[in-house]
């Protein structure tokens, strides 16, 4: 259930997204990501809000255990009203580089929880990079726990949808 909720990630209602530090300062919100096929190679474009997209591509692909993807942001297509000149992605000053997820299996009895792990890694360029990456560490924390709990309410939902099924039968 996880997984299909990383792999490509339907768009999001802005009532699945509960508060966030970072959407309250400006940061846009997480809309979609789709995928041009599974495997490496594969080309997500993970959209936000305010024309923001990033192109990601599939650099690892192990289905229900982990996904990995190089990022690439062109800051001309991103609308100038949409981010500060020094908090573009793809710019001067700031960008993400690569993001990760992985799958962490659980023990417990019914050997179906799991714990997700999403990370990234991203660049920092400022005279004051101690400070800018105290606030480009949080905002990137802030987005991802965001869309942790997207993808665990979802997955929770498909879970219990799919037992409710099973049980019918």
Known sequence: AVWLEIARVPAIEPSELRFSLARAIGFPRPIEATLSHEGIGGVRQASFAGGV???????????GERLEFSIAADPNSIPMRTLDQ????????????????????????????????????HRVSTRFNVYARLWTDFVMS??????????????????????????RE
């Open 53 to 63: 997209v990033f192109v990601e591509t599939v650099t690892v692909w192990e289905p």
């Open 86 to 121: 020094h908090v573009t992605v793809g710019g001067e000053f700031f960008d993400v580089l690569e993001g990760r997820y992985r799958i962490e299996r659980l023990s417990d009895p019914s050997g179906s929880r799991v714990r997700l792990h999403l990370a990234s890694r």
């Open 142 to 167: 802030d987005i991802q726990r965001s869309i942790l709990q997207v993808v665990a309410d979802r997955a929770i939902s498909r879970a219990v949808s799919a037992r409710s099924s099973a049980d």
